[in-house]
Structures are given as C-alpha cells and as structure tokens.
C-alpha cells in the first residue's frame, strides 16, 4: 500500500527544478573528481586548479547535488528544505567572496551561479508557506484541542 501512495505523488515543478540543478551540479562534481577540467577552470580561470582544490570543491558540489535530489522529493520536510535552500546561498556566497576579495574568479563564470543560485532560492521562498514552510504531518492526523 506505502507504495501505491508513493507511485501517485507527482512532483511539483519546483521539484523539477532541484532535479535540473542536481544534475548540473553532479556534472560540475565530475568534472572535479576525475580531471575533466572544462567545468571546474571555467569558474576558476585565474587560478591553477590544483587536484586537491578540485576534490574539495566536488566533494562540497556532490553533499549539495545530493541535498536537491533529496530536497526534490521531500519538499515538505522543513529541515531538508531549509538545509538545501542555505547550500545556495553558501555556494553563492563563496561565490561572490572569491569574486569581489580575491579576484579568483571572473564575473562572466559567476553567472551562471548566480542565474542557477538566484532562481533556486528565490523559488524556494516563495514555495516556503506550500512546501517547507510547514510541519509534516501524516494524513489522517488532527491537531488535538
């Protein structure tokens, strides 16, 4: 039966979405794991990309594409959704300090973050009162006077 309920939930486009940046943001991990540097020295031209550095920075990539797939299909669990929601404005915030302080990246690579960081959370918030603005509750269960 827990299946049958399972098979029947749709998910909502904001779902989707989370589903779209995880899997960009499982590319951007491959990239940095395994040498394929066309993804991970676009964001960071003026610096030499060590292995090391490419390892952290997929490895903080993947717990962040792994928290859109989970958040994709648990929109109401309130602390998945707000956990998934600050790992964009952390990624965009490290973002904008290696911009503006250290000069490591250029802006024309900051785009597409703050395009795909900007949207995600933007929608999260306006999502927040229908998805993860509330307490899970079972169906059937009742507040008690």
């Not at 779209?20 to 040498?35: D, E, N, P």
């Not at 404005?89 to 973002?95: C, E, Q, V």
Request: proline share 3%.
């Amino acid at each position: 039966m827990a299946a049958a309920v399972s098979m029947n939930r749709s998910v909502p486009a904001l779902g989707w979405w989370l589903i779209a940046v995880g899997a960009f943001r499982s590319c951007y991990t491959f990239s940095c794991f395994f040498g394929s540097t066309w993804l991970s020295s676009a964001t960071f031209s003026a610096i030499h990309m060590t292995g090391v550095h490419g390892r952290t920075v997929g490895v903080w990539t993947l717990l962040s594409c792994t928290l859109c797939f989970v958040c994709a299909f648990n929109l109401d669990c309130k602390p998945v959704y707000m956990t998934t929601f600050l790992s964009f404005f952390y990624a965009i915030t490290y973002l904008a300090i290696e911009y503006l302080i250290y000069h490591t990246i250029t802006f024309a690579s900051l785009v597409p973050f703050i395009f795909i960081a900007g949207t995600s959370m933007v929608w999260m918030l306006l999502q927040w009162n229908s998805h993860g603005g509330h307490a899970h509750r079972p169906r059937g269960a009742t507040k008690k006077p």
